[in-house]
């Protein structure tokens, strides 16, 4: 284990699951910038490869762990003995979901049972740091658990239904983080976080697969965007606000729930639109709807409802669609700009940096 080399020994102590997915190092940069010592679990044998990542490293530990193995989240928990867990990691990526739906289960779904086990025993057991009714656990909910859902907007008492094995893991996920505050009297929360995007959003998310596709047509890379449903809408938010609002619910003296989102939804279409718009470029001269994208089951239309959030955490989203959208265009065009003219070292572009 790498140590976490900066901050006051006395300091709070965060571990955090997904250290190399989008929001990993919004929240790692938003826990150091509050004091906290921070480690990330990495999986396999390499270092982390995500360009945002690296920056981090002089600041962050690592410790080796899988979602898929006890043993190494166990002895990650021991290693660490933090006083917060935020398990952001997962398969995220739905259409993946029903290609590989048992991977998923495992990972998204029992991956968090894993990790609450991990936390319950070793600190149970040993007596060491925290106590684990002392511990605090953030699991990261989605809004894709409300799926087909009949009532909008969508607050903490609206029912689930799961329109994907991704979303369905998702579920089990949350239930069983309540589950275990209720059983065992832990500091569990759960995030129903809505969709979030930043520069960091893999290319494989729409809005990012628009932005780069934007600035790709822009330099003269490509001449056409393939994609799926252009009709479904979602409540798009900016990363760095969200990861906010992980810690604040963290925090907060009472564990419970929050949905975290803006209250304000879009179509993909309005996504194209801004993009494409915001580049200079007519988008109906470049977008073609593919068939093979259009998904097995999709989940129409999503809003949030953060009223409590914003009552009780004081949270509330600060960039807003048009800002968003504009943001990530302009970070894409300066990034193939850059590999455009040979540069090695840019986020996402053109698939995993080795
Ligand atoms: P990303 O897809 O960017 O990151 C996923 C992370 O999970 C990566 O760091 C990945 O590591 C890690 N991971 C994958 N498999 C395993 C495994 N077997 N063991 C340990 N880690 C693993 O996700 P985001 O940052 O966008 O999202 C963070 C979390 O929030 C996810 O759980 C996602 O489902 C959830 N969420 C996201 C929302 C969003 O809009 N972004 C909205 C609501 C919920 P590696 O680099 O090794 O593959
Ligand atoms: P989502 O995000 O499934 O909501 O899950 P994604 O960006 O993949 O899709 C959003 C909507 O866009 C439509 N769409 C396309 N999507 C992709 N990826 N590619 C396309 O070409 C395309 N064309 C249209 C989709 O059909 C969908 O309706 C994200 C993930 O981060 C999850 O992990 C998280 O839980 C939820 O957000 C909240």
Not at 44 to 63: A, E, F, H, M, N
Not at 196 to 217: M, N, W
Request: glycine letters at 10%.
């Amino acid at each position: 284990m790498h140590d976490a080399f900066k901050g006051d020994p006395l300091s709070k102590r965060a571990l955090i699951t997904g250290i190399t997915g989008q929001d990993g190092s919004y929240l790692a940069e938003h826990l150091l910038g509050e004091g906290y010592r921070v480690w990330g679990l990495v999986r396999g044998q390499d270092s982390p490869r995500k360009p945002w990542i690296r920056p981090l490293l002089k600041d962050i530990g690592l410790v080796q762990g899988d979602l898929l193995d006890q043993k190494s989240l166990t002895t990650a928990i021991d290693q660490v003995q933090p006083d917060e867990v935020y398990n952001l990691g997962a398969i995220s990526y739905v259409p993946l979901s029903w290609k590989q739906p048992q991977i998923t289960a495992e990972v998204t779904g029992l991956g968090v049972l894993r990790l609450l086990e991990a936390m319950r025993t070793v600190l149970g057991a040993t007596g060491n740091g925290p106590r684990h009714q002392d511990m605090r656990f953030y699991q990261a909910s989605s809004s894709e658990m409300f799926g087909k859902v009949r009532e909008e907007p969508q607050n903490e008492l609206t029912g689930f239904h799961p329109r994907s094995p991704y979303a369905v893991a998702k579920t089990y996920g949350h239930y069983i983080t309540q589950n275990y505050r209720e059983s065992f009297g832990m500091h569990c929360v759960s995030g129903i976080l809505f969709n979030h995007e930043s520069p960091r959003r893999g290319p494989e998310f729409v809005t990012r697969k628009i932005t780069l596709g934007v600035a790709r047509i822009k330099l003269g890379l490509d001449d056409h965007l393939r994609l799926g449903n252009l009709e479904a809408r979602r409540d798009w938010g900016f990363a760095g606000d969200y990861v906010r609002a992980m810690h604040l619910m963290v925090r907060s003296d009472t564990p419970k729930d929050y949905v975290i989102g803006t209250g304000r939804t879009h179509s993909v279409r309005d996504v194209v639109e801004t993009a494409f718009a915001a580049a200079g470029l007519d988008w109906r001269a470049h977008v073609l709807v593919d068939q093979d994208l259009i998904r097995p089951a999709e989940v129409d239309t999503l809003r949030a409802d953060s009223t409590l959030a914003r009552r009780e955490l004081g949270w509330q989203a600060r960039v807003g669609f048009e800002e968003l959208v504009r943001m990530m265009v302009e970070s894409d065009l300066r990034s193939v700009a850059q590999a455009k003219s040979g540069s090695p070292d840019v986020e996402g572009l053109f698939g995993a940096v080795s």
